[in-house]
């Protein structure tokens, strides 16, 4: 739910690049599929799929860590005009 909320407010501020954000919704969208297919029993706790599915969020949270460390965010436009 995180990583939602997050992935959409920077999509909507672009403070960062518009890809990191989609890498998350995409992340969060497989780690809940993952998350539903092991309560429902289709998929162990421990399993190969569940472990892929965490795969893009890891990248998300990594790479969007990465980045604001190294670039920081773009200048907003609502902050640039003061």
């Known amino acids: 739910m995180n990583a939602v909320l997050l992935g959409s ?15 998350g919704f995409t992340g969060a969208t ?3 599929a993952a998350w539903t297919g092991t309560l429902s029993g289709l998929l162990g706790q ?10 893009p969020i890891a990248l998300w949270e990594f790479s969007l860590g ?5 670039k920081g965010f773009k200048p907003s436009p609502i902050t640039s005009g003061m």
Request: glycine fraction near 0%.
């Open 30 to 32: 497989l780690l809940v």
């Open 9 to 23: 407010l920077l999509y909507q501020s672009r403070l960062v690049p518009r890809a990191l954000p989609v890498l």
């Open 46 to 55: 421990v399993s190969k799929a569940s472990a892929l599915a965490a795969l």
């Open 66 to 70: 990465i980045y604001l460390v190294v």
